[in-house]
């Protein structure tokens, strides 16, 4: 049975045209995120190191672009966060490319977060108050928490911006989604010191190249243990 005061509730807060509206909106920033991290010429891929380098010479004011650009890249995933973070070491070092990086990453993942959460989750939560399997797995996640956010941000199974759109749609608190994201950090600053190594340090690229990989791998194995967990948990639940 339908819960009749969500249904009030959501009846209140928006209109048809509205949601309908907000629908399109998220559907269009989802899909341009994967239409441009399918098919983005490999031209802007190799230009990202010389607009980071035009970055640097403009001082702090190149510090914000190159931090409001990661914002972006997190949000709409135009390009791998990795080349970002790659390009950062190269250009600004271990720590100025690791902090520039970290705050750019979080700030577009916060903001894609929100973006999912205040558009489509009011959708979401009208389906789940008429499915009470759906509605025992959204417990389930909600009281995981941090956790899977941290299992999905290592695991390279889903892009990060389509992550970010994902556990908006679910009952995840503001605080465990940002807690959880911080797992995506150690990764980015493997990426930043690849950075800083050079050409000169192939080996040493691909010693941590491969740990990141091998990481990734280990992440998505529990990652499937665990959503099966909760599957099977919710299931049981309902």
Known sequence: MSNPSLR????????PSSRKFAGLALAAIIILAIITSLFLPHSLTA??????????????????????VEAAI???????????GIAAGAVYGITGGFITSAIG????????????????????????GNSPRVRALDD????????????????????????SYALGLSGISIRAYTLGTLASLPALLGYVVIGTLGDSSLNSQ????????????AATLALTIHLSKLLSRALKSA
């Open 206 to 217: 691909s010693l941590i190249h491969n740990s990141l990989l091998i990481l990734g791998a």
């Open 8 to 15: 009030g509730r959501f009846s209140a807060r928006s209109n």
């Open 47 to 68: 230009s990202v190191k010389t607009l980071t380098e035009a970055l640097r010479n403009l001082g702090p004011l190149g510090w914000l672009i190159f931090i409001l």
């Open 105 to 128: 990453i979080l700030l577009g993942a916060i903001i894609a977060f929100s973006l999912s959460r205040s558009l489509a989750r009011p959708l979401i939560t009208h389906f789940i």
């Open 140 to 163: 389930l996640l909600t009281q995981d928490s941090w956790r899977l956010v941290a299992l999905l941000r290592v695991s390279p199974i889903m892009p990060f911006s389509l992550t």
């Open 74 to 84: 997190a949000l709409v995933g135009i390009l791998p966060a990795s080349l970002l």
